[in-house]
């Protein structure tokens, strides 16, 4: 049966571009992996340094539900574009993990992703767990 109507509304949304966006030639592909490989390789490199990034969660404070697209700086920025931020970890194999940090005007929760070398998932944590008791409960959501 017809179980698209079972989807989230996101996934309908990725899956729109119908399936010939989805497909890459297989050389493309294997140059993606290197160029993330690269990229990977330079931020562990970095990581050495500073073992535990505080990154923006998005482009935008919290939304509310169905909204899809914003005006920051008098440019559209859409759903995809505004959440670069933890594309790139998820991406890079990074574990992170988002703490509320603050409000926006609207009252709309506003966050820091703490990020940590791959497999150290209880540093970011760890880290996150601090900055959470240093800010406090103002920060969290209602």
């Known amino acids: 049966g017809d179980r ?3 989807l989230h509304p996101l996934s309908l949304e990725l899956l729109s571009a ?4 989805h497909r890459a030639p297989f050389e493309k592909l294997l140059q993606a992996w290197v160029k993330r490989d690269l990229m990977r390789n330079d931020l562990l490199r970095q990581m050495e340094d500073w073992p535990v990034l505080l990154c923006p969660v998005s482009a935008v404070p919290a939304f509310r539900h169905g909204e899809r697209s914003w005006q920051i700086g008098g440019r559209t920025v859409k759903y995809p574009e505004a959440f670069h931020y933890c594309q790139m970890f998820n991406v890079l194999g990074n574990p ?4 509320p940090v603050g409000r926006s005007p609207e009252g709309m929760p506003i966050g820091v992703q703490v990020v940590a070398r791959p497999w150290q998932d209880e540093v970011a944590l760890a880290v996150a767990e601090q900055l959470e008791t240093v800010v406090g409960p103002a920060a969290l959501p209602d």
């Open 96 to 99: 992170a993990v988002v703490v």
């Open 4 to 6: 698209l109507r079972d």
């Open 18 to 21: 119908g399936p010939e966006a």
